[in-house]
């Protein structure tokens, strides 16, 4: 068992690696966050991919790795078709720190009711842990998903570009 689950990391981080070979181009820096470009048709950024490297460097400085590129259906915890590449990475993260507990913590920005939004982040990070769960196999154990809507925003909601860096889902340490 530990063997085919070894086989299937390795399989993962390699198809991981190429994919991120091939969108280079696309790749912003999740630490500077200032070139971020809004979506209208979606509740989060677009064009913004995490690999390995970043998710790792990110909880070693911050103790924390915001996590851009997840693309939610507007007000809903649907996963959209381009949050693959970034779902990826985190999945690659997960499978070589298998002793690692990590909480999903989900935020968005101000706009609507808090409640609402509230609800809302919790239901996209569990979402995200379901995806990592069933798409890519990571034990339900090592992750926590908790939402806290709008309470810890990273940027003004004042702005199309602040609001896009508070919708973010966070991978935190237990």
Not at 40 to 47: A, D, I, L, M, P
Not at 129 to 150: C, N, S
Request: hydrophobic residues 45%.
């Amino acid at each position: 068992m530990r063997s085919l689950l070894a086989l299937l990391a390795a399989t993962l981080f390699l198809a991981t690696a190429t994919a991120q070979a091939q969108t280079v181009e696309n790749v912003e820096a999740v630490e500077n966050k200032e070139n971020i470009r809004v979506d209208e048709n979606t509740t989060n950024v677009e064009n913004v991919t995490i690999n390995v490297t970043e998710i790792a460097e990110a909880i070693a400085k911050n103790g924390s790795a915001a996590i851009y590129g997840l693309e939610f259906a507007f007000n809903s915890a649907e996963i959209l078709p381009a949050s693959k590449p970034v779902l990826e990475a985190m999945a690659s993260y997960l499978v070589g720190s298998p002793s690692q507990t990590i909480l999903l913590v989900g935020h968005t920005d101000n706009v609507g009711d808090l409640n609402v939004n509230l609800d809302l982040s919790q239901k996209r990070s569990h979402a995200v842990l379901e995806a990592l769960t069933g798409e890519y196999k990571i034990p339900a154990t090592q992750l926590e998903a908790h939402g806290v809507g709008f309470l810890a925003p990273v940027a003004p909601n004042t702005t199309d570009a602040g609001r896009a860096k508070n919708r973010r889902v966070e991978m935190v340490p237990r």
